[in-house]
């Protein structure tokens, strides 16, 4: 599956319903009948192979699917949808972006206020959510409560591209690129354990997905895979980058969620020295991951997140290089093989 | 009281996430006095005394971890930039001396040009490093400080130390478990747990393995008893043990607190009731495990929390002893 047919997938926390289509298809197909594959009530979806070998780890590799969006409240008596975010999106990246409402996608623009209509005071002030309204085309409540009912989703419309020397500009890179390296995983992985590869929902809104898919497989090692913030343009200093795009796979020392465990944190950077996988540290601790409740579910569990690099997270377009995808999925697959020898 | 074994428990370095030094020093002094020990996943470390099957089991828990400044890089000039693992009040780390896991150590400064209201992105570490290179091979991006361990008796009864939080509890957790006698009625199941100051995520964890009837934390409080305390807090040093009724994480399980109350007064251990308007300890993740378990908290009361000069009484440490040695002799509903 490629990943602009992946980031192309709509799916808000709460929403998943697209994606998890798709790689319930593509999971089946790379396994073909040499594992299940699952779902559970919240939505997450389960691929796993049994051990091969007896005495291994049971390994939980995931990556959430769900993105940041918005959700619509009502729309107001002209016909302007007034909806929320869900997930962290700051109100003022998203201003005049184009958007898709609901499953029939119906395209919006988020409006505001032109600049010379505004006070000196709305100048010097950031718009928040009760100050943008998305302008669907039409001049009812009744017209644009049809098309667009209360609780429809909305996703920003990016669309895909190649760019510059070898980075991909989208939306949703977090995480399809950690879906679109766990798909990787699951058909080239010879990790001789059990091995419960799992997409999971509503990472943005707290985890909740992890939550009840670390309680059901309960594993003994778990590896979360994230796009994560970059940060590393223009006149940021060295000591407040998080990550660099092209250094590779990220490795977390920690987050706001989970203290990474020393030993797999150890275990990952060897192997990616000794195999010359590209790989760095991630410089910063800000957010949460699935990390968070996997590590302390069931009697705790040794966790890790690894991640790439991405410019402009949480924003309508995205960053990310080619090469540190490649970097994650090559460390992930030489980890779990390293995990597989003990 | 062992004053040995306690500087032992307060000096070992163990910063939330990285406890392993506290419990091989807890392991030890456990001894055989426990029918099994284990180490879990997280790094709990879990001692179990049997009971003679008639009774409950009660797990009692006390944190090995403290707040933490974690690297996550240097500048040019080789002072290390940091983040906080727990709630680490930036303004006081200022000017302190601070020890890592690898035993290099530093100083905390803050940028220059920093606001009043410090956080930890305004702090550094100096090393005595020169370079960028230099610091990060001596102290690589992920190793953890804490304020330098050293204990401070002062006058006849009271201590200071950076660690007091939690490790005075830890003490004190291994003074009631070493004295179980064999054939009690209830279980024991001693919890020294992990990363309590990041949010109760060790005890989270073992809560559920542990499985228990009763949960009992043993941690340490705030008291309103220092010149212009704000806050109207009712705790204070010397008073005895706080038996908490609530903070921000959890409403004691009512019996349970009755039952503490209950314990001091028949064997006239001092005792002070506790309301904490913020907070929370292991007993809050105990209490919300599997389908809910009761729940409450013997707290010793601590001068200066989330300082280098957490300061306690050891007449309330005998206290909270004392109490929870009673606690668990009872018969529990």
């Known amino acids: 599956m490629l990943l602009s047919e992946l980031t192309a997938l709509r799916g808000v926390s709460g ?9 319930r298809k593509e999971a089946e197909r790379i396994l073909g009948g040499r594992g299940r594959v699952f779902t559970d009530t919240i939505g997450n979806l389960y691929a796993c192979r049994d051990a091969r070998e007896p005495g291994k780890k049971r390994a939980m590799v995931c990556a959430h699917m769900d993105e940041v969006g918005f959700i619509i409240r009502f729309a107001t008596e002209d016909g302007l949808l007034r909806f929320d975010c869900v997930g ?21 623009v988020i409006g505001f206020k032109a600049v010379h209509l505004m006070s000196d005071e709305e100048m010097k002030k950031a718009p928040d959510y009760s100050a943008l309204s998305i302008d669907i085309g039409v001049s009812t409540k009744e017209e644009a409560e049809r ?47 059990e091995l419960c590869c799992v997409f999971t929902v509503q990472e943005e809104v707290g985890s909740r997905g992890a939550r ?59 192997t990616a020295a000794r195999r010359g996988i590209p790989a760095q540290d991630k410089r910063a601790v800000a957010g949460g991951t699935d990390a968070g409740p996997i590590h302390t579910s069931c009697g705790g569990v040794p966790s890790l997140v690894m991640a790439v690099p991405c410019r402009y997270i949480h924003f309508p377009a995205s960053l990310c290089r080619l090469s540190d995808i490649d970097a994650l999925g090559a460390l992930t697959l030489a980890l779990l093989e390293e995990v597989g020898k003990q | ?33 426990a029918d099994s020990v284990r180490t879990d996943a997280m790094g709990n470390l879990i001692a179990v005394k049997k009971g003679d099957g008639t009774g409950k089991r009660i797990m009692l828990s006390s944190h090995m971890d403290h707040i933490a400044l974690v690297v996550i890089d240097a500048d040019e000039h080789g002072f ?42 305004h702090l550094y570490i100096d090393i005595g490093a020169d370079s960028r290179e230099e610091a990060l091979a001596r102290v690589p991006v992920g190793e953890f400080a804490v304020a330098a361990p050293r204990v401070a008796r002062m006058g006849e009864h009271r201590l200071a130390s950076p660690a007091m939080d939690d490790r005075i509890a830890c003490y004190a957790l291994l003074e009631v478990f ?17 990363q309590e100051e990041v949010g109760l995520r060790g005890a989270t964890a073992a809560a559920y393995s542990v499985e228990p009837d009763v949960g009992v934390a043993l941690d340490v409080t705030a008291t309103g008893d220092v010149p212009g305390a704000k806050g109207h ?59 809910g378990v009761p729940s409450g908290t013997i707290s010793i009361p601590c001068r200066y929390v989330h300082s280098a000069a957490e300061t306690v009484d050891l007449r309330d440490v005998q206290a909270a002893i004392d109490l929870t040695r009673a606690f668990v002799e009872r018969e529990m509903p």
Not at chain 1, 91 to 106: D, M, Q, T
Not at chain 2, 3 to 29: D, K, P, S, W
Not at chain 2, 181 to 189: P, S
Request: charged letters at 20%; aromatic letters at 4%; hydrophobic letters at 45%.
């Open chain 1, 15 to 23: 929403c998943e319903d697209e994606v998890r289509a798709a790689l």
């Open chain 1, 88 to 108: 962290g999106v700051d109100p003022r990246v998203i201003a005049s972006r184009r958007v898709l409402v609901g499953e029939n996608r119906v395209p919006g």
């Open chain 1, 147 to 193: 098309l667009c009912p209360p609780g429809s989703y909305a996703t920003f419309d990016t669309a895909f591209m190649e760019m510059g020397d070898g980075f991909v500009m989208s939306k949703a890179l977090d995480d399809r690129v950690g879906c679109f390296v766990l798909l990787r995983v699951l058909s080239e992985s010879d990790y001789p354990g």
């Open chain 1, 212 to 270: 009840v898919a670390a309680r059901r497989i309960q594993p003994d090692i778990a590896l979360i895979l994230e796009g994560t913030t970059a940060n590393d343009m223009g006149d940021v200093p060295v000591e407040k980058q998080v990550a660099r795009c092209g250094g590779g796979a990220v490795i977390s020392l920690m987050d706001r969620s989970a203290i990474m465990d020393a030993q797999l944190r150890a275990l990952a950077k060897q």
């Open chain 2, 1 to 33: 009281m062992n004053m040995e074994l306690l500087t032992q428990v307060l000096t070992a370095y163990g910063a939330t996430g990285r406890e392993g030094n506290v419990r091989a020093v807890i392991e030890r002094a456990l001894g055989a006095h």
């Open chain 2, 80 to 121: 290390l930039r940091v983040c906080a693992a727990g709630g680490v009040p930036a303004g006081k780390m200022v000017a302190q001396h601070v020890a890592f896991g690898n035993g290099e150590m530093g100083v905390v400064g803050a940028d220059g040009d920093a606001p009043a209201e410090l956080t930890p992105a």
């Open chain 2, 178 to 194: 070493c004295a179980l006698e064999d054939g009690m009625k209830n279980e024991v199941v001693a919890v020294f747990s992990v």
């Open chain 2, 233 to 291: 807090l009712p705790m204070k040093l010397g008073a005895g043990a706080a038996v908490k009724i609530l903070d921000r994480d959890m409403i004691a399980t009512p019996w349970v607190v009755d039952a503490m109350l209950d314990a001091a007064q028949q064997a006239g251990i001092p005792a002070q009731r506790e309301v904490l308007p913020f907070g929370g300890t292991d007993a809050a993740a105990i209490q919300r495990s599997r389908g």
